[in-house]
């Protein structure tokens, strides 16, 4: 079957932190090292789960961890270079699905894109009826359908057949391959026709860079290592976390 498929290109695209992003991520790393100090066990495991969660949120937008609905423009490297690309694909008339883990991240790409890019975009989420699902499957998939699609990895991630995008952007990561590459296979499957460019979007300096080198070069191992999601980072002690969060300045956004 793969070799009647055209060629899968996987890239990973480096992202810079803006100053505004560079202050929210080293305060909310400082502020959680001093309180798991003070807590183990599930208290503990509690707290690195948020933690992680809030430091995804603010590579992705300092709008999604201060749950603010604008402005949008300026504030985040990864937004900045995903409208960019963007705008290069659909200026050669591509078409793109876009993963990320997070509703309300969703929510602020799919405006933030249709005024920025003036095109019609589609969200698909875990809250999207069955039939309105179904509805903007066939509209993408149709000859003069919305050029782009951005998905909620759990409700978009498998299941679907979207071979017109010949762009996937994984606009925050999982940390799980396999996971990821069963949402890419949304594009990358039998009736495409097109060679599928595949970005992964890591913030450099930030602990996304590091999870990525870590699964790159243990790939081999990476279903055992992420499990099936981020557990395996609970259990690393206070100082193992501090080398991994510690933010890189050498890397921000001049």
Same mark, same amino acid.
């Given at each position: ?36 100090? @003070?807590?183990?066990? %599930?208290?503990? *495991? ?14 992705? &937008?300092?709008? &999604? ?9 300026? @504030? ?10 963007? !705008? ?5 008339? #591509? ?6 883990? +997070? ?7 799919? *405006? &933030? ?9 589609? +969200? ?5 009826? $069955?039939?309105? *699902?179904?509805?903007? =499957?066939? $509209? +993408?998939?149709?000859? #003069?359908?919305?050029? %782009? +699609? ?16 010949? &762009? ?10 396999? =996971? !990821? ?7 990358? @499957?039998?009736?495409? /026709? *097109?060679? =599928? ?5 890591? =913030? $450099?300096?930030?602990?996304?860079? /590091?999870?990525?080198?870590? %699964? ?8 055992? %290592? ?15 976390? @501090? ?10 956004? !001049?």
């Amino acid at each position: 079957i793969i070799s009647d498929l055209p060629e899968k290109n996987e890239m990973v695209v480096y992202c810079s932190l803006t100053h505004e992003q560079a202050e929210l991520y080293e305060k909310t790393v400082q502020e959680a090292l001093a309180n798991l100090e @003070r807590s183990d066990g %599930i208290q503990r *495991r509690g707290l690195v789960l948020s933690l992680l969660t809030k430091l995804k949120q603010i590579c992705n &937008h300092p709008a &999604h961890f201060l749950k603010q609905e604008a402005p949008l423009s300026g @504030r985040s490297g990864k937004l900045q270079r995903l409208t960019e690309m963007l !705008e290069e694909a659909l200026s050669v008339g #591509d078409h793109a699905l876009i993963f990320t883990q +997070f509703v309300e991240m969703g929510t602020l790409l799919q *405006r &933030h894109l249709r005024d920025c890019l003036n095109t019609e975009v589609l +969200f698909l989420h875990g809250g999207t009826p $069955a039939a309105q *699902r179904d509805q903007m =499957v066939q $509209a +993408f998939q149709s000859e #003069d359908g919305p050029a %782009i +699609f951005v998905l909620s990895l759990r409700a978009g991630g498998s299941g679907l057949n979207l071979t017109r995008a010949n &762009h996937v952007f994984h606009f925050d990561r999982w940390w799980n391959p396999a =996971v !990821e590459n069963q949402a890419t296979d949304r594009a990358f @499957r039998i009736g495409q /026709r *097109r060679n =599928v460019q595949v970005h992964k979007f890591v =913030v $450099a300096g930030t602990l996304e860079e /590091r999870i990525h080198d870590i %699964i790159e070069s243990k790939q081999a191992l990476a279903e055992s %290592i992420v499990g099936s999601g981020e557990n395996w980072l609970t259990e690393l002690n206070t100082e193992e976390l @501090r080398e991994l969060l510690a933010l890189r300045t050498e890397t921000l956004d !001049e």
